[in-house]
T-cell receptor, first 117, second 110 residues
């Protein structure tokens, strides 16, 4: 059971380049999320999606774009990479609303390390 | 998603019991209190969840008073490997704007 899969795991970008971080989940979850985490800091929500075709901004959406054409996939696009976007990116998914007392309902990918130079 | 408040950081020594308290004054009737643990360079992982009174599993205990406006995560006899960030979340209804906050950074020293 794969869960949440992110690619690539590591990437170095030059300033101004574009790239897409891929995220796919095989649990048929309706909700998906993208977070970034700078060194020593907490998770910051970039964008989220409550279902295919629906996306919304989180805490720090500037410089990013997302799409949700299928339930499984939620790619994150960086159009003009900047050094401030150097971070670790985590994709997550959940079933919402969660069944009462379901225990763990949020599943994370292993992270994507992005460096912009 | 109900707002939560927890200490930014805590220090402890190996073998001690650590209690991390989280306040959630606006918790709703159908909300569950959920704690996640995050090690460096990894995504958060589920530790424990509770609705009221006390819940215990192999990793931790969770104490929730009758008014449910706060909760305490208890880690018995911590070791160096418990050094991590601990997040308190109140989950129940729609989880769209799922904000984790800063969490509590626990440092366990030898």
């Amino acid at each position: 059971n794969a869960g949440v899969t992110q690619t690539p795991k590591f990437r170095i970008l030059k300033i101004g380049q574009s790239m897409t971080l891929q995220c796919t989940q095989d649990m048929n979850h309706n909700y998906m999320y993208w977070y970034r985490q700078d060194p020593g800091m907490g998770l910051k929500l970039i964008y989220y999606s409550v279902g295919a075709g629906i996306t919304d901004k989180g805490e720090v959406p500037n410089g990013y774009n997302v799409s949700r054409s299928t339930t499984e996939d939620f790619p994150l696009r960086l159009e003009l990479a900047a050094p401030s976007q150097t971070s670790v990116y985590f994709c997550a998914s959940s079933q919402s609303p969660p069944p009462p007392g379901a225990g763990n309902t949020i599943y994370f990918g292993e992270g994507s390390w992005l460096t912009v130079v | 998603l109900a707002k939560t408040t927890q200490p930014i950081s805590m220090d402890s020594y190996e073998g001690q019991e650590v209690n991390i308290t989280c306040s959630h004054n606006n918790i709703a009737t159908n909300d569950y209190i959920t704690w996640y643990q995050q090690f460096p360079s990894q995504g958060p992982r589920f530790i424990i969840q509770g609705y009221k009174t006390k819940v215990t599993n192999e990793v931790a205990s969770l104490f929730i008073p009758a008014d449910r406006k706060s909760s305490t995560l208890s880690l018995p006899r911590v070791s160096l490997s418990d050094t991590a960030v601990y997040y308190c979340l109140v989950l129940g209804g729609s989880q769209g704007n799922l904000i984790f906050g800063k969490g509590t950074k626990l440092s366990v020293k030898p």
